[in-house]
């Protein structure tokens, strides 16, 4: 059983769609176009995803020269996954980092994607993997000399953001160690991620089933009630926490082999 990823609190978009919107700096160049951004942004604002996407497609076919093809692009690729359509997710997302290699926001969310959709036998198990490391270690590569804020992200949010971004390349690393069954990489990389952003309690239910797999029984159930103690945490992830902590109960207690 594994614990599947939840949209981060600030979206990938980073801002909503009327924000974004209005600060960004180009300029429709026709009436035509201007109606078709209009029909993107009311889409994304009412969170009809199928009808963003479907907008956004019809801007880039048939205004070639947009000058909103970056954040088009970008919307689309936050909005394929909060659809939850992991294969658009990724074409937009490559298409994302193609047109800015240092997109960090991209980075993280497709590494992050791909190991949460990768399954233990895939044939494509290692190619995904590497691929997901990838992009986590060059997010976090530019994270480190990153001082300004994502076009449309407020500078006063910066700092958290930064936090949140990190914490998330780091579980997408300890997710792919795990599918790896390398625990103790898991661990090591669960916990940078629990360093960067306290509150992650999907990343701390993580952690806790890789300490049950690397039988560390003890850290397991005090891992796991930690998440079991937070009033707010969402169902799915504590009925996770709870299954880790009977787990290493069980297996704790059971006969030496």
């Known amino acids: 059983m594994r614990l599947q990823s939840f949209p981060s609190v600030i979206t990938f978009a980073l801002v909503t769609a009327a924000a974004l919107w209005a600060q960004a700096q180009p300029k429709p160049k026709s009436q035509k176009e201007t109606d078709a951004l209009q029909k993107v942004q009311a889409a994304a604002q009412a969170q009809n995803y199928d009808g963003e996407l479907q907008a956004i497609t019809y801007v880039l076919e048939n205004f070639a020269d947009t000058e909103y093809k970056p954040m088009l692009l970008n919307m689309a690729m936050d909005a394929a996954q909060r659809k939850g359509d992991q294969a658009q997710m990724t074409v937009y997302g490559e298409r994302v980092i193609e047109a800015d290699p240092n997109n960090i926001p ?105 300490y049950v797999d690397a039988k560390q029984y003890d850290d397991a159930i005090s891992t796991a009630d930690k998440v079991l103690a937070v009033t707010d945490v969402p169902a799915a992830v504590k009925q996770f926490a709870q299954t880790q902590k009977d787990n290493a109960t069980k297996l704790k207690g059971a006969p030496a082999k």
């Open 106 to 210: 991209a980075r993280v969310l497709m590494a992050e994607s791909i190991a949460g959709h990768v399954r233990e036998n895939d044939l494509d198990k290692d190619q995904s993997l590497k691929k997901s490391d990838d992009y986590a270690t060059k997010a976090l590569d530019l994270l480190k000399t990153a001082s300004a804020p994502p076009v449309g992200l407020n500078a006063d949010q910066w700092p958290d953001y930064k936090k949140e971004l990190t914490s998330q390349a780091y579980d997408a690393l300890g997710q792919s160690a795990d599918l790896r069954k390398n625990y103790p990489d898991a661990i090591k990389n669960y916990k940078s991620a629990m360093e960067a952003q306290p509150t992650n309690t999907v990343t701390m239910a993580r952690l806790a089933k890789a």
